[in-house]
């Protein structure tokens, strides 16, 4: 594969916030971009009329979906998936004593287990080509944990070992797995957070004084999706502010 050949990449939950502004990166560049959505198809009409733009719905909690938005992807560009970007997340905020089974479980299932089948589904034809790119979007919560979202702090935890276990198996064909973890930013998923009290203190404690913009996040992953960054593999880059050091 070389540089001049359209990419064709995947962004699932790329209907709006960070998981949008990393389609859109890629798009603005030239790249062949699937954005991948579950409810919200409100593409503006620039992106729609773009030639290298495809929306696909797909729920990543089923592998039966996400085996068909593959397929109707690599249909419609007529080539395999290069990159693929695990972005798609729910989050939410509840003392740990009521955390039900079924809290946990939708969860676990569509912030793990999604990224996991998508992994899987792409992994064998980015060995057969020996060349992909994996970046999954954990969190700072998968780092050092939630007060009022264990369970999405411990999905995001395991997503990061996911990346890891992903590189140390995939690595010698050519394909990296990284992560990115985010601290806090301006969306509509993190507004909640941002106007709590919690939320208040947090960005008085960030060394940065602010909450990070969407671009500074997509950068950093349209980097690790790039030929510059082919040694760098299994890593956790943190985009927090200085909110964590680890």
Known sequence: MTENTPKLVFVSG??????????????????????????????DQETNDNQNFFSVKVDVTKRDSIKSAIEETQKFFEKKIDILVNN?????????????????????????????????????????TKWGRIVNISSIGGQ???????????????????????????????????????????TDMALREINSEEGKKKIANIPLG?????????????????????????????VNGGMYFG
Request: hydrophobic content about 40%; overall charge neutral.
């Open 144 to 186: 050092w944990g939630g007060i009022n979202q264990v369970h999405y702090a411990a999905s995001k935890a395991g997503l990061i070992n996911l990346t890891m276990s992903i590189a140390k198996n995939y690595s010698s064909f050519g394909i990296t797995c990284n992560a990115v973890s985010p601290g806090l930013v301006k």
């Open 88 to 128: 798609a997340a729910i989050a939410q905020e509840k003392p740990f004593s009521t955390i039900s089974d079924e809290d946990w479980d939708l969860m676990m299932k569509t912030n793990l287990k999604g990224p996991f089948i998508f992994c899987q589904e792409v992994l064998p034809q980015m060995v057969e």
């Open 210 to 238: 602010r909450i990070a913009n969407i671009s500074e996040l997509t950068s950093v992953v349209g980097y690790l999706a790039s030929n510059d960054a082919s040694y760098i593999t299994g890593q956790t880059i943190n």
């Open 14 to 43: 790329a209907s709006r916030g960070i998981g949008k502004g990393i389609a859109d990166w890629f798009i603005d560049r030239g790249y062949l971009v699937a954005y991948g959505y579950l409810k919200n198809n409100n593409f």
